[in-house]
């Protein structure tokens, strides 16, 4: 069963750089059963989908998001990871990665992270 | 439009039945999934390709599709299913995901 977790600092900037790594166990990221999507929180708000990358490294970015956001997948280290730039106090959220895998053509997010929470704070 | 609106909360008495919508013009193309959030906890998929359930997730969970609106029903809801609620699906563009505002579940 694949698991996934997320990882990266808790803390970051204003203006910075957000980054973080979704590790994969329990099976490969090259196995291209599935897309590997990050979703974001903010506390006390809904889901909100920011994009995804597939292994070959293509790549689907929320269009609100697109311009700061790079998603890429390292398969040597069988992870993907996400960053997110520019940020600001609007960005502070609980970040999730998740499987999005396909059913008969259409598609949903099967598997989550326990999520990472990143506060934007100078 | 890329929206997919919910009621924000809903209630239902224990062992009766809740149906949960959520509307948008994208799901006269698309299918919507289903996401079941606990407080503190990652969302669990519950319906997926319209009326699919996962492996372990009961099957008083049910989906259904009419024209723009998807609806989650919950036939005889239990004390465990009070959580928060999502659907996602495609934007009209079809290549990005919109989640909806989410419904707020409360079993009395």
């Known amino acids: 069963q694949v698991q996934l977790q997320e990882s990266g600092p808790g803390l970051v900037k204003p203006s910075q750089t957000l980054s973080l790594s979704c590790t994969v166990s329990?099976?490969?990221?090259?196995?291209?059963?599935?897309?590997w999507s990050w979703i974001r929180q903010p506390a006390g708000k809904g889901l909100e989908w920011i994009g995804r990358?597939?292994?070959?490294?293509?790549?689907n970015y929320n269009p609100s998001l697109k311009s700061r956001v790079t998603i890429s997948v390292d398969t040597s280290k069988n992870h993907f990871s996400l960053k997110l730039s520019s940020v600001t106090a609007a960005d502070t959220a609980v970040y999730y990665c998740?499987?999005?895998?396909?059913?008969?053509?259409?598609?949903?997010?099967?598997?989550w992270g326990r999520g990472t929470l990143v506060t934007v704070s100078s | 439009s890329s929206e997919l609106t919910q009621d924000p909360a809903v209630s239902v008495a224990l062992g009766q039945t809740v149906r949960i919508t959520c509307q948008g013009d994208?799901?006269?193309?698309?299918?919507a999934s289903w996401y079941q959030q606990k407080p503190g906890q990652a969302p669990v998929v519950v319906i997926y390709l319209k009326n699919n359930r996962p492996s372990g997730i009961p099957d008083r969970f049910s989906g259904s599709s009419s024209g723009n609106t998807a609806s989650l029903t919950i036939t005889g809801a239990q004390a465990e299913d009070e959580a928060d609620y999502y659907c996602n699906s495609r934007d009209s563009s079809g290549n990005h995901y919109v989640f909806g505002t989410g419904t707020k579940v409360t079993v009395l």
């Open positions: 329990g099976g490969s990221i090259s196995s291209g059963i599935y897309y």
């Open positions: 994208s799901l006269r193309s698309y299918y």
């Open positions: 990358v597939y292994t070959s490294g293509s790549t």
């Open positions: 998740a499987t999005d895998r396909a059913a008969q053509g259409v598609w949903y997010f099967d598997l």
